[in-house]
């Protein structure tokens, strides 16, 4: 129990240190690595507290596919570094507002999940042949079916607006038209100019 204790706050740890580096970080790749590792760590949080499906889909879903298409976003869309910086100071109160409510709440519900008769969560026996993806599966599509439908869609729109972001016109960029090139006349393209010849004097 003690090692796994020790276990819980140091990963917890590294997850608190990444979500700060993807704060401070003026690069957006760097940040992006950042953020890599902070979904690692939440992943590992979460095969520690027996929910290994939840683990397994945060490292294949967000490390391996999201956060691509952020890379693919960042790499794109030529982000001006030096104007984030410029907007970073006038959103920090609120930032900060933000994160102190999260951490507000994550410490009453540990808080309150403490005070249960059968322990924290994290340290809680389950009976043999307990599966989490059954229990997860029939809670999700039963009682949250909806909102696990509406997260879908919210999730294809975010696709469809990170491909039109990067589909954008760019000033100053020729492009080929293959159906004007293919329907182009000699007319259109050759003059022919009559005109006198000249006398030498």
Known sequence: MLFHAIMFYFFSGLLIVASIGVIVSRNPVHAAMFLVLAFFQSAVLWIMAEAEFLGIVLVLVYVGAVMVLFLFVVMMLDINVE?????LT?????????????????????????QLDDGPLLFRSYPEGYSNTKALGSVLYTEH????????????????????????KR?????????????????????????KSEKKL
């Open 83 to 87: 104007v984030v910086r410029k907007g």
């Open 171 to 195: 000033p100053g960029v020729k492009v080929q038209n293959i159906a004007e090139q293919v329907a182009v006349r000699s007319e259109d393209r050759l003059r022919v100019i009559k005109m």
């Open 145 to 168: 079916v909806y909102a696990f439908e509406i997260a879908a869609v919210i999730l294809l729109l975010a696709i469809v607006a990170a491909i039109t972001l990067t589909m954008r």
């Open 90 to 114: 006038r959103y920090a109160p609120l930032g900060i507002a933000v994160s102190l409510l999260m951490a507000f709440e994550m410490v009453q519900l540990i808080w309150l999940r403490s």
